[in-house]
């Protein structure tokens, strides 16, 4: 059965403190796997997209990379606006999966 | 370029009642695909709708049916609510899932329905 699992699901860092979130899946097929961020009563907002194992993403203090079993979302010195959820997703033959996310705060 | 929008953002309804929520994609966009997200399951897929087609669906019973017409823009149905309907409704677009980079989907803010 696909799945898609992030760990840890929530965590608290202090401003500066640089921490790697988790996304582990099991799916058949992977067509690609995606990063998004959500803020408390918005939508996802979309962050990265990785296709192959190896390969890296980054944008400003977040850095995603891929392996064949997990994909880590480095965050260097992060700053209180940093704080969010973080979904972790992958895209099988015919459908999107999501992990239910890493609440991540940032304490100044 | 102006995001996806969702309406309402929010709705009331009672049990048994029914619901039609409304999304319009990017301009562009020919996939839409809605989810229900809730706090104990997170995000789950719906169904996908491209050219006007259903052409993905998830394990959601019936009563959750969707239309996409000729200009993109989606409608979400729910008949017969239930309490465990309450959920947010996220609706997303993409060009196309067919095909990279295409997958990219973009999500609109949300519609927060509550069943009393």
């Known amino acids: 059965e696909d799945q898609v699992t992030q760990s840890p699901e929530a965590l608290r860092l ?39 194992a190896g390969e890296e993403k980054e944008k400003e203090r977040l850095k995603a990379t891929l392996t064949k079993k997990e994909s880590f979302l480095h965050i260097t010195a992060p700053k209180p606006e940093d704080s969010a959820t973080y979904l972790c997703a992958v895209l099988t033959g015919n459908q999107f999966y999501f992990g239910t996310g890493t609440s991540l705060t940032v304490i100044p | 370029k102006a ?10 309804k009672t049990r048994g009642q029914q619901v039609t929520l409304s999304c319009s994609p990017i301009s562009g966009h020919r996939s839409v695909s809605w989810y229900q997200q809730t706090p104990g399951q997170g995000l789950q897929f719906l169904f996908e709708y491209f050219s006007e087609t259903q052409r993905n669906k998830g394990n959601f019973p019936g009563r959750f049916s969707g239309r996409q017409f000729s200009n993109s823009r989606s409608e979400m149905n729910v008949s017969t609510l239930e309490l465990g309907d309450s959920a947010l409704y996220l609706c997303a677009s993409s060009l196309d899932w067919g095909q990279s980079p295409a997958y990219e989907q973009y999500f609109g803010p949300g519609t927060r329905l509550t069943v009393t």
Do not use: A, H, M
Not at chain 1, 19 to 43: E, I
Not at chain 2, 3 to 12: D, E
């Open chain 1, 14 to 52: 202090q401003e500066g403190e640089s921490s790697s979130l988790n996304c582990s899946y099991t799916v058949s097929g992977l067509r690609g796997l995606f990063w998004y961020r959500q803020d408390p009563g918005k939508g996802p907002e979309f962050l990265f997209t990785l296709y192959s």
């Open chain 2, 3 to 12: 995001g996806v929008t969702q309406t309402p953002r929010y709705l009331i």
